[in-house]
Each structure stands twice: as C-alpha cells, then as structure tokens.
C-alpha cells in the first residue's frame, strides 16, 4: 500500500499539491514593467523657443537676409542695404492630454509603483506625440528644389533615398529606393548649395535603413568610422556618423504611403535650424478629487507649437519600409 500511494500522491517538482494551492498567496510586484518604448530623438535636434508662462498664441520668429558688399566710390555716398528680413509665424496650437480615473480603492489598496506608472506613462505619451509632430515637419523640407525657400506640402519636393535626386512619386508604386552613399553625398551637397551650416545637421534613419547600412561595407570599414575598439560599428552594431553627420535610429519615422499602399519612409537630414519647436506649457501633470466618482482624475497635458521656417535646411529622403 505505501509503494502505491506514493506511486499516484508524488509531488511533481515545480508544482503544488492538488488542493493545497487555493492556500498559496498570488503575489503582485511593487514594480510595473512597462510597454517597450520608442526612439524619442527629435526634440533635441532642433531649435527650441522658450515660451512656458508667456501670453498670446503665435510666436514671430524673425527670418534675416544676408546682406552683399558693394564697391565703394571715390568721393560717392555709401551704398545702403535695403532691409529685406521677413518672419515666420509659430502658432501655438497643439494641445494634447493624457487623463486617467484613479478610484479611491485603488488608492487605497493598490502599490505606489501604479501612479509612478501612470506619471512616467503620460510622460512618454506626450513626448512621443511631439515627436511624431517634429517628423512630420520633413513633410516640407524642399532643399533639393530649385526654390527651396518655399516650403514643400506632403513631401512634394522629397527625394529617393537611392540617389538623393530623383523627386518622391506616389504613382503606381512609389519609387522609393534605399539610401545609398551616393544618395547621401548628394544630399549633403542640396545642403551645401543653400549655404545650410555645417555644423548641427543630423541625418535621421529608420531602424530598417540601419540594418541596410551595416550591410555597406563603406559605412562600417574602420577607414570610414576613424574609430576603434568599441566605438566601431561593425563591434557594436551602432552608427556613428555619415561624413561628420551623425545619425540617428528613431522607430517614429514617418510612415508614407503609395497608391497601392506600399509603405515607405521618410529619413530626414537637416539642420538644427530648420525646424522650430516653442512650448507654451511643458508636460505637467495635475489630480483632482472627483466625489461623484470617489475616485481622483489624474489629467497631463502640454500645448505647443511646431513649424519649418527654414524649409532649404532640410531634406526628406524616401526610402522602402522593406
């Protein structure tokens, strides 16, 4: 009898008795793992205006024109520069919010970790709709145009990645193509001819043009990268720079679509300048008791304004989500 009852009564390792289990607690963590994020690299990449506290809904953010030399005269007055400065008008008109009802029971009997949660989430979610504003301002950038001062609509004045100088179409299929060395050597060079600075121009990439790039030997070889040891591409899969521009991953690229609904992307090189960002109210976040609900609401907000004075400063390379 006992080599029986041990036969059919063992307990299976990693198990619990049958019956004995509806006496084991369920235990939750004090901590939440969160939902994976996304890139969030725009902001820091272009100009940010100061505007927290201030009054009125439109920035005038002044647009100066350099000026030429003239030869002087002998015995003949100075040539005066007629003022030619225009300005671009910053409208502040982007509110979003984030709003949670948090009920007294909860308060109460939940872990603290839940609020930290809901603040670092509403964080997250303001930031990244911000974001996915500043891409979407690559909508307008027009350097390689012959006009590139006037600003683009719905990435009408984009080029394909492959060669940085075949004007974007949507007909048929669209004709996006990866970027190329090529493609970015010339899209360097539209920046060069609008006189854009050298310095703060970034190049920002979806992850699928990363993977195509470490692919090119010519953006991973040791005499391309001037680094070594752990700073090297082909050691650590990352991407410094492109021709002294660094490049950026972000996973918020923006998403074009063709008439066919093949998918592709939009990579942005452009200076710091080119884009303009002013916060009226910066991410906050605010709780109220609500009785009628016996519960506290938990709202986030932030009321901005984003726009592309400088659309020469900037150039939309559309490129195959494939």
Not at 162 to 185: E, F, M, P, Y
Request: glycine share 8%; hydrophobic share 40%.
């Amino acid at each position: 009898m006992a080599a029986t009852f041990a036969a059919t009564n063992a307990v299976v390792k990693g198990s619990s008795p049958t019956g004995v289990d509806y006496f084991i607690p369920e235990l939750w963590s004090d901590e939440v793992l969160a939902a994976h994020k996304a890139n969030l690299v725009m902001q820091s990449l272009i100009k940010l205006m100061p505007f927290a506290g201030q009054k009125g809904d439109t920035v005038r953010v002044p647009l100066p024109v350099r000026g030429s030399a003239t030869a002087k005269t002998a015995a003949n007055a100075v040539t005066l520069i007629t003022a030619s400065d225009t300005k671009f008008d910053l409208t502040i008109d982007q509110h979003y919010e984030y709003s949670r009802l948090i009920e007294d029971i909860v308060s109460v009997q939940a872990n603290d970790s839940l609020r930290q949660f809901y603040s670092d989430d509403a964080g997250y979610a303001l930031a990244i709709q911000e974001d996915t504003a500043i891409h979407s301002e690559g909508a307008k950038f027009a350097a390689p145009d012959a006009t590139p001062t006037t600003a683009g609509s719905a990435y009408s004045k984009a080029v394909i990645g492959g060669d940085g100088s075949t004007v974007w179409s949507q007909a048929s299929s669209g004709n996006g193509s990866a970027l190329t060395d090529a493609g970015i050597r010339r899209a360097i060079q539209a920046l060069d001819d609008n006189n854009v600075p050298d310095r703060m121009r970034q190049l920002v990439i979806p992850p699928i043009e990363k993977r195509k790039l470490l692919g090119v030997s010519r953006f991973t070889e040791q005499a391309f990268t001037g680094e070594s040891g752990s700073s090297n591409s082909i050691r650590n899969g990352l991407i410094g720079d492109v021709y002294g521009i660094p490049v950026y991953v972000s996973t918020n690229c923006a998403t074009v679509e063709a008439n066919d609904s093949t998918a592709y992307r939009a990579c942005l090189m452009f200076q710091k300048d080119a884009v303009v960002m002013a916060e009226q109210i910066v991410p906050r976040t605010q709780t109220q008791p609500k009785l009628e609900f016996l519960a506290d609401l938990f709202v986030a907000d932030v009321l901005y304004g984003v726009g592309t004075p400088r659309p020469e400063n900037g150039v939309a390379l559309i490129v195959p989500n494939a």
